[in-house]
T-cell receptor, first 112, second 115 residues
Framework: GEDVEQSLFLSVREGDSSVINCTYTDSSSTYLYWYKQEPGAGLQLLTYIFSNMDMKQDQRLTVLLNKKDKHLSLRIADTQTGDSAIYFCAETANSGNTPLVFGKGTRLSVIA | DAGVTQSPTHLIKTRGQQVTLRCSPKSGHDTVSWYQQALGQGPQFIFQYYEEEERQRGNFPDRFSGHQFPNYSSELNVNALLLGDSALYLC??????????????FGPGTRLTVL
């Protein structure tokens, strides 16, 4: 079945870059997403990438996709204390109506 | 635009009881999906409603049921509550489309505690 794996914790210093990694098993994954969850809040979509792309950049965020290895990463440049949260990788086989399959999330701690 | 709203925010129930959670989708959206997020886990898909019918269902028992109303709002019902049902229940709304990118907007969730 579908599976999405992430490392559970990451700690970085303020101003450094953060890289959060994710691997997935479903070769039919069409869209891959990064969501952010702050304490007591729902999920906020940060960015997504279509499976025919290798990279997508959006301000401080860079997403890299290695489709051959089924590996996705999220790089946050100039990490700030406000970036402290849990980051979820998710995938769908066909976006729109297909349910999201999430990883367990990576807790990012930013040290001032 | 209020976005996706859910009620109540928090709920405490005892084993064996029944609970109803509510969700109002983002304006213009017609599809509602429900997810369960246990502590320390990622959200797990429960089911999805469109045109007042359950369209897809995840690996959850029949104790979990739902409904969608003509105004697109939705309810999630859980019967015979178990301790393991304690979780954050997230509602997501979207537009029903067969293909192409389509973002799901999440509500803040309802925190259910079963004692």
């Amino acid at each position: 079945g579908e599976d999405v794996e992430q490392s559970l914790f990451l700690s970085v210093r303020e101003g450094d870059s953060s890289v959060i990694n994710c691997t997935y098993t479903d070769s039919s994954s069409t869209y891959l997403y990064w969501y952010k969850q702050e304490p007591g809040a729902g999920l906020q979509l940060l960015t997504y990438i279509f499976s025919n792309m290798d990279m997508k950049q959006d301000q401080r965020l860079t997403v890299l996709l290695n489709k051959k290895d089924k590996h996705l990463s999220l790089r946050i440049a100039d990490t700030q204390t406000g970036d402290s949260a849990i980051y979820f990788c998710a995938e769908t086989a066909n976006s729109g109506n297909t349910p999201l399959v999430f990883g367990k999330g990576t807790r990012l701690s930013v040290i001032a | 635009d209020a976005g996706v709203t859910q009620s109540p925010t928090h709920l405490i129930k005892t084993r064996g009881q029944q609970v109803t959670l509510r969700c109002s989708p983002k304006s213009g959206h017609d599809t509602v999906s429900w997810y369960q997020q246990a502590l320390g886990q990622g959200p797990q898909f429960i089911f999805q409603y469109y045109e007042e019918e359950e369209r897809q269902r995840g690996n959850f028992p029949d104790r979990f049921s739902g409904h969608q109303f003509p105004n697109y709002s939705s309810e999630l019902n859980v019967n015979a509550l178990l301790l393991g049902d304690s979780a954050l229940y997230l509602c997501a709304s979207s537009m029903w489309r067969s293909s192409s990118y389509n973002e799901q907007f999440f509500g803040p969730g309802t925190r259910l505690t079963v004692l």
